[in-house]
């Protein structure tokens, strides 16, 4: 049964459109992760902005579309989020190999992307994405995390992610400061999900 039910969810996930709506669903649209994002860019306001692992964009519309380069690794997700962002500029790329244009940015945002993968190829793609930051740019990562006493939604939709690595906030503050130490870590909900909150200085 259990077998049954994370193959459907994997079925689902290669095709943008029910990816989209599997996840935005039960995050409520993903409405308390864009509320802090918003809050972020008014701090901030990064010019140039690289999101790693975009998916379908769901998150391009938050950034100026001038200064947005968004990677994703799927060509069908990067398809639907250049039809859902036609102003937005988007590769289709492993970013652990990106080479980029040599442009560095004010902000990486790694939204949901390295729960998906075990520390040697996490660390690959941090160590990707602060080649590509700007000194005095942002790091950012928001990633599933796994709490104690989660509610049963949550571990509802942990057991179906597909994402193989959510790791406990220790464990990410452990992976992440082996090559930047994090300034802000909280963990948040977002509808049934729950994540950490990462945010890395570049000096
Ligand atoms: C859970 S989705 C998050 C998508 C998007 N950041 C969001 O929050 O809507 C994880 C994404 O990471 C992408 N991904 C995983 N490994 C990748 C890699 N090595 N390079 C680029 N994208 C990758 C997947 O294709 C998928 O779109």
Known sequence: MKKALVELAHRLAQHPLSFHYLRKLPELGYSATKTRLRV?????SPQRVLDAGCGIGEFAHLFNPAGYVGIDIHAGYV???RRMNSSHHFESADFITWEGGGERFDLVLINGVLHHLGDPDARALL???????????TL?????????????????????DEGEFIRTPEAWRELVETLIPIEQGETFRSGLCAYYWMLCRIP
């Open 40 to 44: 972020l860019l008014e701090r901030l």
């Open 79 to 81: 398809r639907l989020a």
């Open 127 to 137: 160590e990707t994405a602060l080649h590509h930051t700007a000194p005095g740019g």
């Open 140 to 160: 950012l990562l928001v990633e599933d995390v796994r709490l104690p006493n989660a509610p049963f939604g949550t571990e509802l939709i942990h057991w179906l």
